[in-house]
């Protein structure tokens, strides 16, 4: 024990150091904001556990998500020439889904048009996820971000530096699914099928033997258990 340590807190049980904590940080405020904040900080389900780690050189980590948003300036026209890009697409950006890290994106503009925010979430440490556009989705990346002012290029030695130099940390980051990657969704989703063609098939069949049948129905009652919200 440290010698400034109160000797009371040796005894101190996990949820009372959670409202001390929670106490010392909140004490003006209200009793919910003081229930919302313990909750925030209790322990959860370790599959749902979020971390606030670094992303690389810049940006935050939660589990094996991470976050970035960039600021930039726009060129004279930018704005309408990215708009004109959007409408034609309707906003629909599935040509990124070459990029296997990335969770999404989107362009917000800003500051009556002269100025954009890039927002994304992507898995993985932030050196690798800019060389992933690059090599994936150059063609995407450079149509968009030419109407940026100073834009490098994404091919460029500089265009890390570029991008880091507009970044913006975030001040706090959560995840739903912190632990669970694009890959993982995509191969939960090519299971999620296989299973409906599987079930669809065993349907109705009558000559299973008991063990069969009762593995079966193990398998189909945890699949049909509605999800829990309360962690």
């Avoid at 930039?72 to 296997?100: C, E, H, W, Y």
């Avoid at 130099?165 to 890959?183: K, L, M, R, S, Y």
């Avoid at 109705?204 to 009762?214: F, I, Q, S």
């Amino acid at each position: 024990m440290a010698d400034h340590e109160d000797p009371r807190l040796q005894d101190e049980g996990k949820f009372d150091e959670i409202r001390r904590r929670v106490a010392e940080v909140a004490k003006d405020a209200p009793p919910l904001a003081r229930i919302a904040l313990e909750a925030m900080v209790r322990k959860h389900n370790p599959d749902l556990k979020g971390t606030a780690d670094s992303a690389g050189r810049v940006g935050m980590r939660s589990g094996k998500v991470s976050e970035l948003t960039v600021i930039v300036d726009l060129k004279p026209g930018g704005a309408q020439r990215l708009q004109r890009i959007f409408d034609l697409t309707k906003g629909n950006m599935d040509g990124a889904q070459r990029v296997s890290t990335l969770h999404d994106m989107r362009f917000v503009f800003i500051d009556h048009n002269t100025r954009i925010l890039f927002a994304t979430a992507y898995d993985g440490d932030w050196d690798s996820y800019i060389s992933d556009f690059a090599t994936k989705i150059p063609e995407l990346m450079d149509l968009l971000f030419q109407n940026v002012e100073g834009w490098p290029g994404i091919s460029s030695p500089t265009v890390k530096d570029f991008i880091a130099e507009h970044q913006i940390n975030a001040a706090g980051w959560f995840v739903a699914n912190p632990q669970v990657t694009v890959v993982d969704v995509r191969r939960m989703q090519r299971t999620e099928h296989a299973l409906d063609t599987f079930f669809d098939a065993m349907t109705g069949r009558d000559d299973l033997d008991p063990k069969t049948a009762a593995a079966m129905k193990t398998l189909t009652d945890a699949i049909s258990t509605p999800e829990a919200v309360d962690y």
